[in-house]
């Protein structure tokens, strides 16, 4: 007998696929098999026994009725006629007798073989191979999609993510973290209505209050320790499954090849059960246990008519009614599976009651391929879908990146990165992290923290450990905050640094910040900036003193204006683009610094002279040419810093002198080339800046001076320097490089405090030995060629050289 283990090829596929099989599909594939064995029965029958036997019938005239009776019943026996019942006084009476055909059994199997081909109807012949050919259709028609190059690799590919999804430890904390949530909740509303209950009824409401506590479902439990231990290998490999799992979803998302794979080789099943009942019906009652059999081989036998007995005729008619009994049951299964692909559309999946069983807010509905083997593991096992949904979910994602983060960065090792800022806070900068470590929350000392290029930044509530944090600095961030971080924040940060490439990059919460006295905001606004309903807000930041905007505004936003009773300095790097309307400037009573650098100026702004609390001016890379109206500054009598440099300005105005409470002034970068002597009136000059011009004559009232620390006139065309320099005892600073100076006085030991000397790329032959007089200049501090530097005695050498 033929196995039926021997076609397990025809709908072999591999186990994990089964999770792809819904009920409906494990049916039929127990149907096939009993089918299956049905066919391998029969034709294991049809070879083994013998498939028909025939004997000769004899015709003979009719003599009279009795004698035609006779005949009749002789001729219609299939069989020889069974012996007389033997007599119990005459024993010897039992001898089998029958008619004599004179055949022999050659001749018998000819005629068997004859009749089976001619007279036996095709389908009592073929009835088991058609049952086999059909059950084998139906294997391969259940089990394609698997098979078929297109789909299983898309089936294959699924099947290994969901595995390993289903097995993550990040899964199940994941889910164990949410559940716990939940429970908790819902038995601190459970505690809540048993408490009522037990004021009203006394001891019976407590008992009812410890039952409800212990029918809480044990998979709500939260193991705390199982939760924590995922390691960091796991939480590496939980990242690059959720990486797999977006590619996946990409990919399957665009065809819905299964779907329609499926949804065909069901018709297909369909229109097969239909011609198989149909034809089967009709066909059945044609396997009949007597055959007529008229072949004409009277010559090689004698005998014309037989009468045949299909053995298995009896078996077979049984065997069909059962196999069509199976065969409906399989179509009208395939029935209702076209009933579920067309119900509803499979191309569509919601994970809403995922959503509202985990918490997981975020977790996108799918289409195509992937909702539908979504929809069929849902008929195996929904949980599969649940686990898988975790890597879904930004949230989990953002969760494990948080995790794996941790692991990562120690507080040991963010300690490491300490380092110390412009304004002298101990600062810690993050640069391109997948998130905020909540081990910095860990560092106390912290004073300034400094996150640049972070996508989702949360700030947590933990940041109140953070007692001495003043500074914080978003680079190219999109930051949430806690509600308790941020009242933290509003009491305690006084410094925000925002640099941005899109207004949504801006902080919502960084216009309650009531104590935050600096703001520093760098990226593009709108050139209408005054309507932008967002800096409106400004307003609200009343401990507000410094603010900062580098971006490409085109006038003075009203909400600067909004914050000047109480602003002290105010800078505006325009990056090129041209401020015009600057009157606003002139409600800026208390300003004490201004910087209006790169805003493309051709003119001093008239507003500017209206500041009367002004203490320092910086109109840094404009386009100014002419500052006649530099008069008006006589006005502002506590104006001591004013940098004009980076300009085109080509001259420098007599009125300078009326300037008298200057103390720092920069000219450097422009196209000066007479320095006029009321320049040196402004006797309280410390800080001159004349390098980068067209300089040739230094005038000798520059020894006016007498507070000079620091003055520069590196990169002009000055070819001698006047004696009187050296009567400016307090300069510390001499920068005189790449000039046509061809001499350096002796007088320069009169500056005993000079302790930095620019001389490079001038046309001197010998360095003075009086600058060992200057006790202050070193080596590092003396910036000369090497060859030049030798011609000092050996003794200065060695002493510039001394530490």
């Not at 059909?134 to 699924?158: A, D, Q, R, Y």
């Not at 004013?642 to 009326?658: A, C, G, Q, R, V």
Request: hydrophobic share 40%.
């Amino acid at each position: 007998m033929i196995p039926v283990t021997e076609f397990r090829q025809f709908s072999e596929q591999q186990p994990a696929f089964r999770v792809l099989k819904p009920w409906w599909d494990v049916f039929t594939d127990y149907l096939s098999v009993a089918m299956l064995m049905i066919g391998v029965f029969g034709c294991t029958l049809q070879v083994m026994q013998d498939k028909i036997i025939c004997l000769p019938k004899r015709v003979q005239p009719v003599q009279n009725h009795t004698s035609v009776s006779n005949v009749s019943q002789t001729v219609a026996s299939p069989t020889p006629l069974p012996p007389p019942k033997p007599s119990p006084s005459n024993p010897a009476t039992v001898e089998m007798k029958g008619l004599k055909t004179d055949l022999d059994l050659q001749q018998y199997s000819f005629i068997n073989q004859m009749c089976y081909e001619r007279a036996l109807h095709w389908y009592a012949k073929y009835f088991p191979y058609l049952v086999l050919i059909h059950t084998l259709v139906f294997m391969l028609c259940s089990n394609f999609w698997f098979k078929f190059p297109g789909s299983s690799s898309k089936i294959e590919h699924f099947i290994s993510i969901l595995g390993k999804c289903f097995d993550s430890p990040w899964t199940t904390r994941a889910l164990s973290e949410v559940s716990g949530e939940d429970s908790e909740e819902k038995d601190n509303r459970k505690n809540n209505m048993n408490r009522s209950n037990t004021t009203q009824s006394g001891p019976e409401g407590s008992l009812v209050n410890s039952q409800s506590l212990k029918s809480i479902p044990e998979k709500f439990v939260v193991d705390k320790s199982t939760a924590g231990a995922l390691d960091k290998k796991e939480g590496e490999q939980a990242k690059a499954l959720f990486e797999k799992v977006k590619k996946f979803r990409l990919h399957v998302e665009e065809g819905d090849i299964l779907y329609a794979m499926y949804v065909r080789q069901t018709v297909l099943k369909v229109i097969k059960f239909l011609i198989i009942i149909a034809y089967n019906s009709a066909l059945v009652s044609k396997v009949q246990f007597t055959v007529d059999c008229n072949v004409d081989i009277q010559d090689m036998t004698g005998y014309k008519n037989f009468s045949c007995n299909h053995t298995m005729a009896h078996l077979f008619s049984k065997l069909s009614f059962c196999y069509l009994c199976f065969v409906s049951i399989y179509g009208l299964t395939c029935l209702y599976t076209l009933y579920w692909l067309f119900y509803r559309s499979l191309r569509e999946y919601s994970f809403e009651y995922v959503r509202q069983e985990t918490g997981i807010d975020d977790i996108p509905d799918v289409k195509n391929d992937f909702a539908f083997m979504l929809h069929m593991i849902d008929q195996y096992d929904p949980l599969y879908s649940k686990r898988f949904a975790v890597f879904l979910s930004e949230v989990s994602e953002n969760k494990l990146k948080q995790l794996n983060l941790n692991n990562e960065w120690t507080p040991d090792k963010l300690r490491q990165k300490l380092q110390t800022n412009t304004h002298n806070r101990l600062e810690l900068p993050l640069i391109m992290l997948s998130g905020l470590p909540d081990t910095v929350f860990e560092i106390t000392e912290l004073q300034s923290l400094k996150l640049e290029i972070i996508k989702n930044v949360m700030i947590p509530a933990t940041i109140a450990q953070l007692d001495n944090l003043q500074e914080l600095s978003l680079h190219q961030c999109s930051v949430k905050i806690h509600s308790a971080a941020l009242s933290f924040l509003k009491e305690n940060l006084k410094v925000l640094s925002v640099k941005f490439d899109d207004m949504r990059e801006l902080p919502p919460w960084m216009y309650g910040l009531r104590n935050l006295e600096e703001l520093y905001l760098v990226g593009s606004l709108s050139h209408d900036i005054s309507k932008n309903v967002t800096l409106e807000s400004l307003r609200d930041l009343k401990s507000l003193k410094i603010l900062s905007i580098k971006s490409n505004v085109s006038k003075i936003p009203q909400a600067v204006v909004d914050v000047s009773s109480h602003l002290q300095k105010m800078c505006i790097h325009n990056d090129g683009t041209k401020l015009v309307m600057l009157n606003n400037l002139k409600k800026m009573t208390n300003l004490t610094e201004l910087e209006l650098v790169h805003c493309d100026l051709e003119r001093i702004p008239h507003a500017v002279f209206s500041l009367l609390s002004l203490q320092e001016l910086d109109l840094k890379e404009n386009n100014l040419k002419s500052i006649e109206e530099i008069v008006s500054f006589q006005h502002l009598r506590k104006l001591t810093v004013l940098k004009l440099w980076h300009n085109s300005i080509t001259y420098i105005p007599e009125h300078i002198k009326k300037l008298t409470s200057l103390e720092r002034l920069s000219f450097s970068h422009n196209k000066i080339e007479v320095l006029p002597s009321h320049l040196f009136l402004c006797n309280k000059i410390r800080y001159l800046d004349l390098s980068y011009n067209d300089i040739r004559f230094i005038p000798p009232e520059v020894g006016v001076l007498q507070s000079l620390q620091y003055f520069s006139i590196t990169c002009n065309k000055v070819e001698s320097l006047p004696d009187e320099l050296y009567f400016c005892k307090k300069l510390k600073t001499l920068k005189i490089g790449k000039n046509s100076l061809s001499v350096l006085s002796p007088k320069i030991g009169n500056l005993l405090f000079l302790s930095y000397l620019d001389v490079k790329g001038n046309h001197f032959e010998i360095l003075p030995p009086e600058l060992g007089d200057c006790r202050a200049l070193k080596r590092a501090g003396l910036v000369v060629e090497d060859a030049l530097f030798e011609t000092l005695p050996s003794d200065i050498r060695e002493q510039m050289k001394a530490e």
